[in-house]
């Protein structure tokens, strides 16, 4: 009997070690996730040239046929951080959409695995505070004058498997705060990462977030000569 209750309890703590397994290797394999910034900035064949196990960028056309980090990747030949290639990408699919107004902002959040997933909030590591910015920060950045709106941009399940609470919340507060401030706020959902970049590249007024995605859109955001806050 006390064997069976040990056989027992060793074959949920497998199981249990087995999903969270399963998960850290869906949060550090890059062809389980869209992962655009860690294509344009090079992470993705760095590290496939350290490791060859891991797959290299051309993955992203087998797995993503008609988004942006495919037509990247088939035309950048090679260079890495191909800044105006990635902007005559977004100008392109954009014609027809004209920028935001000048009395928006658009808020990036990166959420989701950063605030959900242990590995991301242990206190050795600390990496959540590279993503996240404090919520005081929301409180204090200088809202231009004329700005009467704000959209937020984010996907709070993003790599989180399983409810995002600590993203929910989060966004919550950040939601209050910009209207405590005065300020009309929606969010906007695209239906892909593609989209969100695509609207956010739109921005006269840009508050970015930690990470490399929204690097990338403060790429663009400067070379339209726009203001990027934060």
Not at 33 to 47: F, K
Not at 107 to 130: C, F, N, Q, T
Not at 180 to 200: C, I, N, P, T
Request: glycine residues 4%.
């Amino acid at each position: 009997m006390f064997d069976q209750i040990i056989f027992y309890f060793s074959c949920e703590h497998i199981s249990i070690l087995l999903q969270k397994n399963k998960k850290m290797v869906q949060m550090i394999e890059p062809t389980k996730n869209y992962r655009l910034s860690d294509l344009v900035n090079g992470y993705i064949d760095r590290h496939h040239n350290k490791y060859r196990d891991s797959p290299s960028s051309s993955f992203f056309c087998e797995s993503w046929p008609s988004s942006i980090g495919c037509e990247y990747q088939r035309m950048r030949k090679g260079v890495d951080m191909n800044i105006s290639l990635l902007k005559s990408i977004i100008d392109r699919r954009n014609h027809n959409k004209s920028f935001l107004q000048n009395d928006t902002l658009v808020v990036h959040l990166r959420l989701g695995d950063v605030l959900d997933l242990p590995y991301y909030r242990d206190s050795h590591r600390k990496i959540a505070k590279l993503y996240v910015k404090p919520l005081v920060y929301y409180r204090r950045f200088n809202i231009p004058s004329n700005v009467r709106n704000a959209y937020i941009v984010t996907n709070e399940s993003y790599r989180a498997y399983s409810y995002p609470q600590r993203s929910v919340y989060y966004l919550s507060n950040v939601t209050n705060i910009l209207k405590q401030r005065g300020l009309h706020v929606r969010q906007y959902k695209g239906k892909s990462a593609d989209e969100d970049l695509l609207f956010m590249a739109r921005s006269i007024f840009f508050v970015k977030s930690g990470g490399g995605f929204s690097n990338l859109v403060s790429h663009m955001i400067h070379l339209y000569n726009h203001t990027v806050i934060g």
